[in-house]
């Protein structure tokens, strides 16, 4: 039997990290919570694969300096 509590404590967790990792602006500590063959989708276009996304999230960073990531309403 699942524990969907543990489940979603184990998510939440690691939505938080996901979010500091992009709010410290630093690549390195965002790159370990992307799958290899993940796939973004950004109003620029979509990204698949770590070093599309890499490259994208890169020029985010480097575009928009005071971006506060934010998640919210996880389901």
């Not at 969907?4 to 967790?13: K, M």
């Not at 973004?40 to 985010?60: H, K, L, M, P, Q």
Request: avoid cysteine; hydrophobic fraction near 45%; proline fraction near 1%.
């Amino acid at each position: 039997m699942i524990d969907l509590t543990a489940l979603e404590l184990e998510l939440a967790s690691f939505m938080r990290g996901y979010e500091a990792a992009n709010n410290s602006h630093d690549i390195e500590r965002v790159v370990p919570f992307i799958a290899e063959d993940a796939s973004y989708w950004f109003s620029d276009g979509s990204y698949r694969g770590i070093n599309e996304i890499r490259s994208a999230v890169e020029a985010t960073f480097s575009t928009i300096l005071d971006e506060v990531y934010e998640v919210r309403d996880l389901e």
